[in-house]
């Protein structure tokens, strides 16, 4: 072979390799951008609130990873890739679950705190009527009205110190009150009317 002919192989051989190198080299751009996508998808809770789409990321990741371990770059590329299209779906969903949830919650909240002020103006209501029988009470029925009166004061102070972290539990506080509430009303409503004189009405003819 001549010499000239040489310096023209040796140009393109070294562009063969150069472009070698460039197919075979670590998909180090796509990696970034996938465990960027991946942290995303766990900074918005997709292991809660998206878990299918949690794990079908998690997969990929794993796949990613191997691939390039084994310097199979060609599909770690593919992989890293996939690996950022399924963190972004995982991300989407769970932020969308997270405010469907966050919206269940402050209704279940609102619900708890309506409960509560329903049942605390009931008590205050009562409280009057209880006070105005005054005399009226037996000795029995203040004591019970004194133990009805902690454990109602009581479950309220609880259920309003939950509500804001825990609708649920702030009503299970609440749902021995209202039969407490009815058993006074009767009670207090039956020492305020007019007693009675005793006399039967005259029979008709």
């Known amino acids: ?7 023209g192989v040796v140009p393109l051989l070294a562009s063969v390799s150069l472009l070698t190198l460039a197919c075979t080299s670590p ?3 796509e990696k970034r951008a996938a465990d960027a996508a991946v942290s995303a998808a766990t900074a918005a809770g997709a292991d809660k609130y998206a878990p299918s789409e949690f794990a079908a990321m ?5 796949k990613a990873e191997y691939d390039m371990s084994n310097k ?7 992989s890293y890739e996939a690996v950022k ?9 769970a932020e969308k679950a997270a405010a469907a949830a966050a919206a269940e919650k402050a209704a279940a909240t609102a619900d708890a705190e309506k409960q509560i002020a329903d049942l605390e103006g009931r008590w205050k209501e009562l409280q009057g009527q209880a006070e105005a029988a005054g005399k009226k009470l037996k000795a029995d029925q203040k004591a019970a009205w004194d133990t009805d009166a ?7 102070k609880e259920a309003r110190a939950a ?3 825990d609708a649920a539990a702030a009503k299970a506080k609440l749902a021995s009150i209202p039969a407490v509430l009815d058993k006074w009303a009767a009670d207090l409503a039956a020492l305020a009317a007019p007693a009675k004189d005793g006399k039967k009405p005259a029979a008709t003819k």
């Open 1 to 7: 072979m001549k010499l000239s002919h040489l310096w």
């Open 27 to 29: 998909p180090e751009a």
């Open 58 to 62: 998690t997969a990929a990741v794993k």
């Open 72 to 78: 199979a770059y060609k599909k770690a590329k593919a």
């Open 85 to 93: 299209d399924l963190a972004e779906k995982a991300t989407k969903a």
């Open 150 to 156: 902690k454990g109602v004061a009581e479950a309220l």
């Open 163 to 165: 509500v804001a972290t």
